[in-house]
Structures are given as C-alpha cells and as structure tokens.
C-alpha cells in the first residue's frame, strides 16, 4: 500500500534559520502530494500542494517540489520564524481521494 | 474563508457508552471524510464517503464506527460502545471534487474515554 516516510524530529533552529523537512513516499500511480500544519491545540490546515511531477508549491514562504524521480517532496523554507513552530506532516493523496500520512515532523523555532 | 466546523471540540465519556461527533462540511463540497490521531502519533483514515454512502474505510472502522448524513448538511461519525482505545482526536475534512485533493479539515473534536 501507499506509505508517506518523513525526517524524524523533533526539529528545532533558530529564528533566521533554513528549514528543511525531508519525505519520501511510495505509491502505485500517480498521487498528490501535500504538506498539512498543526499548530499547538488545533486542528491540520493545508500548507501546500503539488499534483504532478515537477510542480512545486508554496505557501507562506514554504516550498516543496514533486520529485517522481526520487519519490520526495521536501519541504524548506528560507527563514523560519517562531511562529512556524508546529508539527508538520507530509500526505500523499491516490485518485479517490483518501490520504495517507507522515508520521509528522515537529518543529520549534527559538528567538 | 469557508470552513469545516466541527462540534463538540472536547467530548468525555464513559467506556461502553455511544457517542455521536458532528461535522458540518463546506456546502459546494462532494467528498467527506474521518480521520483521527491518536496523541503522539500519525493520522488515520477512518472512512470516505461520497454520494450518501461509504466509498472505503480502513480496519479501524469496524462494526463499532457508523457515518451518516443525515440532513444533506451534517456529517456524522457514531461509535456505538466507546472504548479506551478510541480515545483521540477524529478529524472532520471535506473536499471538492477535481484534481486538487487537498482536503479542508475541521479543527477537530477531542474524544476522552474513561
């Protein structure tokens, strides 16, 4: 079956810092990709996407590329600030639309 | 922004009792779905549903977990006879039909079994 596999955390930099979450998936087919965020006591909200091979989404100063070649959508970002910690999770989505999850990432960034 | 709103946000209950968590996706949505999260670990689906009925479920989603929407607005998750295990958070998420499968999730609602 579909497995997404994510960089194992707890990940924690300093504000300014370059982040970058790794993860790779596995997946007959072609799925979509995405990164969802959990910030402290709430729920997961969509981050980015991308839906083919090459595509890179961003959002919010957060990028990640399609890589079919390597099975990996990472995510960076060029300057973290505090209020970019939170827990990060990697997704693959199959063409019925169920998804499947990373283990997450957690993320603390320090002043 | 239009929203997946979930009620309650925390529930207790007692072991063998039936709960009922509400969800109400966004309207122009087609596809719904449960997932939950156990603390500390990874998010599991539960159950897709399309067009009134179930499209697939996973193992969790035994004879104990039922969905239904009843009232073309709702979207419930029932657990007939709560155990310890289900305690977590179960997650609400719709989404619209189309080659962008990003879903909307709600905020979710924390189910403590005692």
């Known amino acids: 079956g579909d497995s997404v596999t994510q960089m194992e955390g707890p990940v924690t930099l300093s504000e300014e810092a370059f982040l970058t979450i790794n993860c790779t998936y596995t997946?007959?087919?072609?799925?979509?990709l995405f990164w969802y965020v959990q910030y402290p006591g709430e729920g997961l909200q969509l981050l980015l996407k991308?839906?083919?091979?090459?595509d890179k989404g961003s959002n919010k100063g957060f990028e990640a590329t399609y890589r079919k070649e390597t099975t990996s959508f990472h995510l960076e970002k060029g300057s973290v600030q505090v209020s970019d910690s939170a827990v990060y999770f990697c997704a693959l989505s199959d063409r019925a639309g169920k998804s499947t999850f990373g283990d997450g990432t957690t993320l603390t960034v320090k002043p | 922004e239009p929203e997946v709103t979930q009620t309650p946000s925390h529930q207790v209950t007692q072991m063998g009792q039936e709960v009922i968590l509400r969800c109400v996706p966004i309207s122009n949505h087609l596809y719904f779905y449960w997932y939950r999260q156990i603390l500390g670990q990874k998010v599991e689906f539960l159950v897709s549903f399309y067009n009134n009925e179930i499209s697939e479920k996973s193992e969790i989603f035994d004879d104990q977990f039922s969905v239904e929407r009843p009232d073309g607005s709702n979207f419930t998750l029932k657990i007939r006879s709560t155990k310890l295990e289900d305690s977590a958070m179960y997650f609400c998420?719709?989404?619209?039909?189309?080659?962008?499968?990003?879903?909307?999730f709600g905020s979710g609602t924390r189910l403590t079994v005692v």
């Open positions: 998420a719709s989404r619209i039909q189309g080659e962008d499968y990003g879903y909307t």
């Open positions: 991308a839906t083919k091979a090459d």
């Open positions: 997946a007959t087919g072609y799925p979509s």
